[in-house]
């Protein structure tokens, strides 16, 4: 199976900073990467598929980028409401498999 | 709009085994294969399987086979999953979502298994 490494496991970040959440493959996943959020209690979201396309109704404040097996998400001026817990995923080879999560805080 | 609808929550006994439903709306059923993720508290997300409700085929991950059962209604945009021979492992959080970039997730199911 393809392992996910994700950093860091948790970030505190003030209101408006720029943050960066990194995952690792174990192996060249191609760019079949998403990313996602889950909120207290709530269904995880996508975010990003395809390593850096937005999806529809998510805030342009964040993006992915990354290749190969190392990826990223950025959220440009930290808001109050993307407090929650972020996982990456791997699509590209069977089974599918997911980081480990980073908790997002507010400072 | 795309929803996906699960069943509620279950309180099952060790060994027995559930069956949870998630209703699809809002898009041609048939297009699109359905995963499911299990969470355990306060973990991560495990991709269980998923199944083409078109064809019924299925890929699961290996740690499932055995354990977890997928099918659908067509007739109804229902897919299920039916988990056997249940531990407390199996207490959790399963979620239904749409693939292939798992864009869209129903509320989840919690399990419980307890005697």
């Known amino acids: 199976d393809i392992q996910m490494t994700q950093s860091p496991p948790s970030l505190s970040a003030s209101l408006g900073e720029t943050v960066s959440i990194e995952c690792r493959a174990s192996?060249?996943?191609?760019?079949?990467l998403a990313w996602y959020q889950q909120k207290s209690g709530k269904s995880p979201q996508l975010l990003i598929y395809y390593a850096s396309s937005l999806q529809d109704g998510v805030p342009s404040r964040f993006s992915g980028s990354g290749s190969g097996t190392q990826y990223s998400l950025k959220i440009s001026g930290m808001q109050p409401e993307d407090e929650g817990v972020y996982y990456c995923l791997q699509g590209s080879k069977y089974p599918l498999t997911f980081g480990s999560g980073t908790k997002l805080e507010i400072k | 709009q795309v929803k996906l609808l699960q069943s509620g929550a279950a309180l099952v006994k060790p060994g027995a085994s559930v069956k949870m439903s998630c209703k699809a709306s809002g898009y041609t059923f048939t297009d699109y294969w359905v995963s499911w993720v299990k969470q355990s508290h306060g973990k991560s997300l495990e991709w269980i399987g998923e199944i083409y409700p078109n064809s019924g085929a299925t890929n699961f991950n290996e740690k499932f086979k055995g354990k977890a059962t997928l099918t659908v209604d067509k007739s109804t945009s229902t897919a299920y999953m039916e988990l056997s021979r249940l531990t407390s492992e199996d207490s959790a959080i399963y979620y239904c979502t749409r693939s292939d970039t798992l864009d869209y997730w129903g509320q989840g199911v919690m399990v419980t298994v307890s005697s």
């Open positions: 192996e060249d996943i191609y760019s079949n």
